[in-house]
């Protein structure tokens, strides 16, 4: 056999030998895995935190095939909160954080999407929160420049609201924490 037909399969058999492999991202890009960000293919690490359901939805995309929808189901304040201890791989610096959502229209909704630094054994070092404008039909970002302090390994984002009534909905989409001077 020429060596250069037994290559392919040997290294496919190599590669299939070692078991599934981790492929982080790159500290430049999202710190927050694609599906969390943009739930093109699922839902990501989001769980429902407090008096809320969720789920990934057509209705809620702002971009792509999709958004996360938050239903409120208990009045006096809502949550959702990534699902993934101790968070997202992230280092020290300058960092920008943005979000896109909308609300049930004529209802005083905010979100406030809630940045926690964290060190490598997960102790939080410091959260930084943004806040939206009061929430309507119509897509809204918000977006706010960060400083995550030395020590920072770990990130970790929560979502949430002081105000809704059951049946509000808040749909989410476009959720970002990246190193400043990345793409």
Not at 163 to 182: C, F, K, Q, Y
């Amino acid at each position: 056999m020429n060596r250069r037909h037994w290559r392919a399969p040997l290294l496919a058999l190599a590669l299939t030998a070692c078991g599934p492999a981790i492929i982080d991202h790159s500290p430049t890009a999202n710190l927050l895995d694609a599906d969390t960000a943009s739930l093109e293919s699922g839902l990501g690490t989001w769980r429902a935190w407090f008096a809320v359901t969720v789920s990934r939805a057509s209705s809620a995309a702002r971009d792509g095939a999709a958004g996360l929808r938050v239903e409120v189901v208990e009045p006096y304040g809502w949550g959702v909160i990534t699902d993934n201890w101790p968070g997202f791989v992230a280092a020290p610096g300058a960092h920008r954080a943005s979000f896109w959502a909308r609300g049930t229209q004529g209802h005083s909704l905010v979100a406030e999407m809630h940045v926690i630094w964290r060190d490598s054994s997960g102790k939080e070092l410091q959260t930084e929160t943004l806040s939206s404008p009061v929430l309507s039909g119509q897509w809204v970002r918000t977006t706010r420049e960060l400083t995550a302090p030395a020590g920072t390994e770990r990130v970790s984002v929560q979502v949430t609201g002081d105000e809704g009534s059951p049946g509000d909905v808040i749909e989410l989409d476009a959720l970002v924490v990246r190193a400043l001077g990345s793409p």
